[in-house]
């Protein structure tokens, strides 16, 4: 039986709406208790005591890693499943080719028959939380029930959880509503559903984070981008960072890429030592949420409040800042770990310590065929760990953009860096984003999987529509950040990278902001403007000229192959594909010639 008293004498919240909910979902999936987080620090170590109590977390070496532990989740269980991702919208053709569909009183029905009962002898978490800062208009409030106390802990530190959140929902009803069971984690009965007209989602099955924390993925950009539509606004899979100058001048960017792009180490970049006086800040790693200002430029916060980052390949070259920040108060999930409680995983140094612990907690030896970390391991660590976060970070208006950047892994065809020629071939740019596949993921090396805006998986409405938006968003702002798009990984002829990356790519950023604010000239090229010889501030830099030429040129027969390359995807879109886009394309292939 449920205890009443957890439900009738909740102290948090008088709101009638909610409560009535809570109580509708308790009683279809029937736990022991039902308890309400209100995110205070007496909450976090009782919850931390009861997650070790239950071997759901592991301490890790205090000494080296003070508040920090350790999570296995099950082996079956340990990434996002798109394939059992749904969008349920009452018609077909809302929800797109590119996403799976479920009408939605069918997930309702298939989904209720998997709860009922669900949490008998477990704990109903209800775990409020704010996306967005405090007090913000562009924030948004979520309630996620959930049996999971790994999950009332990571939504601790990924959202702005507890009290805070039910105090900007006051009365009102319009919060996102998330229902989390994770049943026996059996893969047959998982499913990860967003009913965007209903502000729901439903989640079941699983632990991983990317389909159970619902405040990210699932609330701020599969539900965001369908409220971003109705609403006007954009939510967008996009860093935001801050560029100061040394004589303190602040811009900001927003820059999509797809996964194992860099961009985390992006939005924490280091700048080189030619840049001394020049500095980074982090607004955001993963989500920006973008509204159009009084002031007509376009504005954005990150709703997010810590990082959900993939660890295999962080390290002290890669992203120091990073490092940093996971060095204590952090939840590391299926990573490896040493004989003294210390953490690994492959790329972390080049040899591995001896007497590792495998993700699984199997005995690991140097030369295994099977990795020591999962290639999906994460960390999940609060933004304030961060050395370099923005101090707007929490503003409640966000932070103006003055450029967007869309970048993908490719080894070939896209230059370093190029500036569109307007919004609307800005848009093309973002919509036509793709990276190589590697061998391990599909046998077949330097396929291109078309990934617009980075937002494939996340877009929780029909793409086309989806690009229809963004093009209409030119005609709300007055002021429209410039586009840009980025490349950090063509390679030569000898299969080598022909630019460094990392801390490097401040050179580029830097001829960003400077074209942004109309202070450094470009090369027009028949595909968009890239820097003049000279541009690019190359001082300090130990590679060849010819090198840096090859990645800033433009190949014509590899440009014309992209472009038919890039039809199949526009015929995958259909009827909803926006004509301006066929055009742009049209147009960029006549000049071609």
């Known amino acids: 039986m449920i205890a ?35 995110g205070s620090e007496q909450e976090k170590r009782s919850l931390t005591e009861e997650a070790v109590a239950k071997g759901i977390l592991t301490p890790l070496n205090q000494q080296k890693l003070p508040g920090c532990y350790l999570h296995r989740s099950n082996p079956n269980d340990v990434a996002r499943v798109e394939h059992l991702t749904f969008i349920c919208t009452k018609t077909r053709e809302a929800a797109g080719p590119t996403n799976h569909w479920m009408e939605p009183q069918e997930a309702y029905q298939k989904l209720g028959k998997l709860y009922d009962g669900s949490m008998k002898g477990r704990t109903m978490y209800v775990v409020p939380y704010l996306m967005g800062p405090v007090g913000s208009p562009y924030s948004k409030v979520g309630i996620e029930l959930t049996d999971s106390v790994y999950v ?63 405040g990210k993925k699932c609330l701020a950009l599969r539900i965001g981008s369908y409220l971003g539509k109705t609403e006007g606004w954009l939510a967008e899979h996009m860093l935001i960072l801050g560029v100061e100058s040394p004589e303190g001048q602040m811009s900001y960017v927003a820059a999509a890429f797809p996964s194992a792009c860099g961009k985390t180490n992006f939005a924490m970049m280091i700048p080189p030592k030619r840049f001394d006086g020049w500095k980074i800040w982090t607004v955001g790693d993963d989500i920006a ?19 959900f980052g993939v660890a295999p390949g962080t390290n002290e070259k890669s992203n120091p800042n990073a490092m940093r920040t996971i060095s204590r108060d952090t939840i590391y999930t299926n990573v490896a770990v040493t004989p003294d409680g210390d953490v690994w995983w492959e790329g972390k140094s080049k040899e591995p310590p001896d007497g590792l612990t495998d993700w699984q907690g199997r005995p690991w030896k140097k030369g295994s065929a099977e990795k020591a970390a ?88 029909d793409m086309g529509e989806y690009l229809g938006h963004w093009l209409g968003m030119q005609s709300k702002i007055p002021y429209p950040p410039k586009i840009f798009q980025v490349n950090w990984f063509r390679q030569g002829k000898d299969g080598k990278f022909l630019w460094p990356g990392y801390g490097e790519n401040m050179r580029v950023l830097k001829w960003i902001i400077d074209r942004a604010h ?76």
């Not at 020629?421 to 793709?434: E, I, K, R, Y």
């Not at 800033?552 to 440009?559: E, G, M, Q």
């Open 4 to 38: 009443k008293s957890n439900l009738d004498q909740n102290p948090l919240t008088k709101n009638e709406a909610l409560i009535a909910w809570v109580d509708e979902m308790a009683k279809l999936c029937k736990p022991d208790r039902v308890v309400w987080c209100d």
């Open 152 to 214: 009332a802990l990571n939504m601790r530190i990924m959202t702005r959880m507890g009290r805070v959140a039910l105090e900007q929902l006051g009365g009102r009803g319009d919060f996102n509503r998330g229902l989390h069971a994770m049943l026996d984690c059996n893969p047959d009965r998982r499913f990860i559903c967003h009913f965007p007209e209903d502000n729901t989602i439903w989640s079941v099955g699983s632990g991983y984070g990317g389909n159970v924390l619902l």
């Open 289 to 307: 949420w973008m509204r159009v200002g009084p002031d007509g430029r376009l504005w954005a916060v990150n709703p997010e409040a810590g990082y």
């Open 374 to 461: 999962h290639p999906n391991s994460r960390f999940t660590s609060p933004m304030t760990n961060n050395p370099v976060l923005s101090k707007q970070a929490d503003d409640p208006q966000g932070v103006p953009i003055s450029a967007i950047i869309f970048g993908g892994r490719r080894s070939s065809t896209v230059p370093l860096v190029l500036q569109s020629f307007n919004w609307t071939h800005g848009v093309f740019l973002g919509a036509t984003l793709g990276s190589e596949t590697t061998a391990a993921a599909t046998g077949k090396v330097g396929v291109v999987r078309r990934d617009p805006m980075a937002m494939l998986p996340f877009c929780g409405y």
């Open 518 to 593: 109309g202070r450094v000239g470009g090369q027009e090229t028949l595909l968009g403007w890239v820097p003049k010889a000279g541009d690019l501030d190359l001082s300090g830099l130990s590679i060849p000229a010819e090198a840096v030429d090859e990645a800033t040129s433009i190949d014509v027969a590899a440009w014309k192959a992209e472009f038919e390359s890039q039809q199949e995807f526009f015929d995958q879109l259909g009827r909803t594909l926006p004509r301006p886009l066929a055009l742009q394309r049209e147009l960029l292939m006549s000049r071609l010639g």
